[in-house]
């Protein structure tokens, strides 16, 4: 039986359309990454769908960004699905911003990038009081941290407990540093949290360069899944950040490897059937 993969964090650039101030400081990824390369090689490894992951725009950009690729997924034979949203939680306009987003369909999430800026913006009252409104907008809200943030995490999950987080890249570990802990006692306490999911995304960006091997990436791949449990976990590309050491083609590969002695319905749970009721696709 074929494996359905949905992935659920593919990044598009089309730096004529949008501004991306970060990428002046990425070289490798200051670049066009649009949908016709992602698409080419993500159906020659099984990639059946798609959900857009904001990619950080120039804030006055955010919502120009979703409705770019919203058009983007109505050419026909495209794989997106839907997008999740850049927001800005910390801002008064956000219940406005909110509601516009909820009125369209295509918005599937939100995410804050919060490894780029200040601990505190996250724990002021106005950001976590404005995410709360995600709960009764049933959309989920994407956390993207670095390892030594999780405990950041936990305070944002624990605050908002009607809010379904979902904890991007496994946390973000430094794989290449073979940092184990307390990044594996940070992941365990995240997973006590049933409101929250992990991503198993693209966690190839965080190791040593091409050099990483299948053995380097499993402890950290196996321990998340193993902490929150096949019905807490989702897959992603993390395309085109993935390609700084890897390709789409070897990190599916490799997840597949990681993956291959569990039962086709743990993968299933993994692959498609997770994706599908968080972002009720």
Known sequence: MTQV???THLHLIYRQRLSYPWLADVEPLNRDFPLEAYQKEARRCGVSAALHMEVDVAPDAMEAETQHIKALAAEPGALLRGAISACRPESADFPAFLERQVENPFVKGFRRVLHVVPDA?????TFRAHLKRLAKANKPFDLCVRADQLPLAIELIDACPDVQFVLDHCGVPAIKDRAEHPWREHI?????RANAAVK?????AYADGESWTLEDIRPYVE??????????VVWGSDWPVCTLTSSLSNWVAA?????SGCGPSERAQLFENNAKRIWRL
């Open 5 to 7: 993969l949905i992935d």
């Open 121 to 125: 913006l996250s724990q002021s009252a």
């Open 188 to 192: 365990a306490a995240v997973a006590q």
């Open 200 to 204: 198993i995304s693209g966690v190839v």
């Open 223 to 232: 321990h998340a899944i193993e902490r929150f449990g096949w019905g807490r």
């Open 255 to 259: 997840t597949h490897a990681i993956t």
